[in-house]
């Protein structure tokens, strides 16, 4: 069974930082692309950043480029979310997708979701 | 940057009703575009992709149209666990890939 788990949510203050984790497990993490999609409270989604499955490709939003880092170890079967210069914006619901194999873009699997809260 | 406008913004049926939402995108997207649910409290979950193919496992009700600019997607005869939120996906010009703002599907 596919299974994406995402942990490392938390509360922090503006300014801070804060460090996402997915753990992937079900199948052959080293072969997909995954993605990090956010929903602030009531919101709609948001995609926010995109790796390759062997980190040549790395892709950012605009409202997170030069902020966030994402990144991968294939070895443990997880993917990053480094969040820095954290603002109240960022406040959300942060989601890691794997994306089909079948068709770029698409994302078939989604984990229940890590919730940041930034605020003072 | 491709910007999608989903319509209406709350879709109200009932149950054993059809429902049709649509998407628009600001340029074309081939057939580039899928449909998600999220239901409350839960993550999204992957309906259509490539317009109009159902994901694995995505009962028959569901169905997906259109190419280029205006997509619908079709529940035929609603059930009590289809009333969620749905979302449009373009990945056909990316980076970013981008939702619509949703529709909400109510009775």
């Known amino acids: 069974e596919v299974q994406l788990v995402e942990s490392g949510g938390d509360l922090v203050e503006p300014g801070g930082s804060l460090r996402l984790s997915c753990a992937a497990s079900g199948f052959n993490f080293n072969n997909y692309n995954m993605n990090w999609v956010r929903q602030a409270p009531g919101k709609g989604l948001e995609w926010i950043a995109y790796?390759?499955?062997?980190?040549?490709?790395?892709y950012y939003a605009d409202s997170v480029k030069g902020r966030f880092t994402i990144s991968r170890d294939n070895a443990k079967n997880s993917v990053y979310l480094q969040m820095n210069s954290l603002r109240a914006e960022d406040t959300a619901v942060y989601y890691c997708?794997?994306?089909?194999?079948?068709?770029?873009?698409?994302?078939?699997?989604w984990g229940q979701g890590t919730l940041v809260t930034v605020s003072s | 940057e491709i910007v999608l406008t989903q319509s209406p913004a709350t879709l109200s049926v009932s149950p054993g009703e059809r429902a049709t939402l649509s998407c628009r995108a600001s340029q074309s997207v081939s057939s580039n575009l899928a449909w998600y649910q999220q239901r409350p409290g839960q993550a999204p979950r992957l309906l259509i992709y490539g317009a109009y193919i159902r994901a694995t496992g995505i009962p028959a009700r569901f169905s997906g149209s259109g190419s280029g600019t205006e997509f619908t997607l079709t529940i035929s005869s609603l059930q009590s666990e289809d009333f969620a939120v749905y979302y449009c996906?373009?990945?056909?010009?990316?980076?970013?890939?981008?939702f619509g703002q949703g529709t909400k599907l109510e009775i």
């Open positions: 790796i390759s499955f062997n980190s040549a490709m790395i």
């Open positions: 997708a794997r994306n089909t194999t079948l068709v770029r873009g698409v994302s078939d699997y």
């Open positions: 996906q373009q990945y056909n010009n990316w980076p970013p890939y981008t």
